[in-house]
């Protein structure tokens, strides 16, 4: 079984940035599309950004396009999500997550194409 384990959350300024990583251990990471997702208190979980296990193709939320650069490297096993330009509504935790199927438009945006899901980071961008 796959685990993941987000880390590079913080507290950060706004119009500020941070890199959060996701490191995968388990299964074999380069088959697999991966996404991030964000989840604020008291709103539901929402798509940011994903990857295709190939790194060739990526997609961005409306509200983080421009922003956020989500990249991975296979031979590390690990998933990145670069977030610029930060403002108080990114404030959220933010997990990484492992797609079991290949994607294509909206249904790379669907929370149950994940099947695997890291703990979370906590990123807080004060105003």
């Known amino acids: 079984q796959v685990q993941l384990v987000e880390s590079g959350g913080g507290l950060v300024q706004a119009g500020g940035s941070l890199r959060l990583s996701c490191a995968a251990s388990?299964?074999?990471?380069?088959?697999?599309?991966m996404g991030w997702f964000r989840q604020a208190p008291g709103k539901e979980r929402e798509f940011v950004s994903q990857?295709?296990?190939?790194?060739?193709?990526?997609t961005y939320a409306d509200a983080v396009k421009g922003r956020f650069t989500i990249s991975r490297d296979n031979a590390k096993n690990t998933v990145y999500l670069q977030m610029n330009s930060l403002k108080p509504e990114d404030t959220a935790v933010y997990y990484c997550?492992?797609?079991?199927?290949?994607?294509?438009?909206?249904?790379?945006?669907?929370?149950?194409?994940?099947?695997?899901w890291g703990q979370g980071t906590q990123v807080t961008v004060s105003s």
């Open positions: 997550a492992r797609r079991y199927y290949a994607c294509s438009g909206n249904s790379c945006y669907d929370i149950s194409k994940y099947d695997d």
């Open positions: 388990g299964g074999t990471f380069s088959s697999y599309g």
């Open positions: 990857i295709s296990s190939g790194g060739t193709r990526t």
